[in-house]
């Protein structure tokens, strides 16, 4: 059984840079019929789509987020990280992995499954 | 401001049937699939809907999806108790080159 679990620091100073990686396990993050994402969650509020990323490297992220938003890959160590930065209290949020299914004709579907989320305050 | 529309609660009482509708433009649910996550209290969203109207392994069938144009629905029958959550649809927007989600919809059950 597929499990992602999110790990990196859960408190980050204004203006520094939010690291967190994800760990899959129970399967190979270099699969074809996958890409792997990143969501957040503010604390009372709705979803937001940060990211995905293919075992390839090959990246997609929210337009809102691009000029801050780094995801990378590592397959040897079955992982994937996010890297925010310049952050503000309102990057505070849940931050979420998750697997992203693909098409046959590489189109992008669901997330499933996702991982626990890990808190992350942007504070001094 | 979310790029999909959700209202914001509903609810029902055990038994009873639920919609919750998820309205978006031509290009998101008017030209890709359709997705509903479940997110009980505490806990992540879990895939409840996928490709407008699909049901993963596991989900009973009493949730269904719709889509119909620019709109969407999630159908939920037999309500009971532990279908008390957040819902949210989501899609792929051209547009935007992003996926992009609804604001949720918080369902109590009376």
């Known amino acids: 059984q597929l499990q992602l679990q999110e790990s990196g620091p859960g408190l980050v100073k204004p203006s520094e840079t939010l690291s967190l990686t994800c760990t899959v396990s129970?399967?190979?993050?270099?699969?074809?019929?996958?890409?792997w994402g990143w969501i957040r969650q503010p604390p009372g509020k709705g979803l937001e789509w940060i990211g995905s990323i293919y075992y390839s490297g090959s990246t997609y992220y929210n337009p809102s987020l691009k000029s801050r938003v780094t995801i990378s890959v590592d397959t040897s160590k079955n992982q994937f990280s996010l890297k925010l930065s310049s952050v503000t209290a309102a990057d505070t949020a849940v931050y979420y992995c998750?697997?992203?299914?693909?098409?046959?004709?590489?189109?992008?579907?669901?997330?499933?499954?996702w991982g626990q989320g890990t808190l992350v305050t942007v504070s001094s | 401001q979310s790029v999909l529309t959700q209202p914001p609660s509903a609810s029902g009482t055990p038994g009873q049937r639920v919609t919750i509708s998820c309205s978006g433009s031509s290009s998101n649910i008017g030209s890709n699939y359709v997705y509903w996550y479940q997110q009980l209290p505490g806990t992540a969203p879990k895939l409840l809907i996928y490709r407008n109207n699909q049901r993963p392994s596991g989900v009973p069938d009493r949730f269904s999806g719709s889509k119909s144009g620019t709109s969407a629905s999630l159908a939920i029958s037999g309500l009971r108790s532990e279908d008390e959550a957040d819902y949210y649809c989501a899609a792929w927007d051209d547009s935007l080159s992003g996926e992009v989600f609804g604001g949720g919809t918080k369902l109590t059950v009376l």
């Open positions: 998750a697997r992203r299914s693909v098409d046959t004709a590489m189109v992008l579907d669901w997330f499933d499954p």
């Open positions: 129970g399967g190979s993050i270099s699969s074809s019929s996958y890409y």
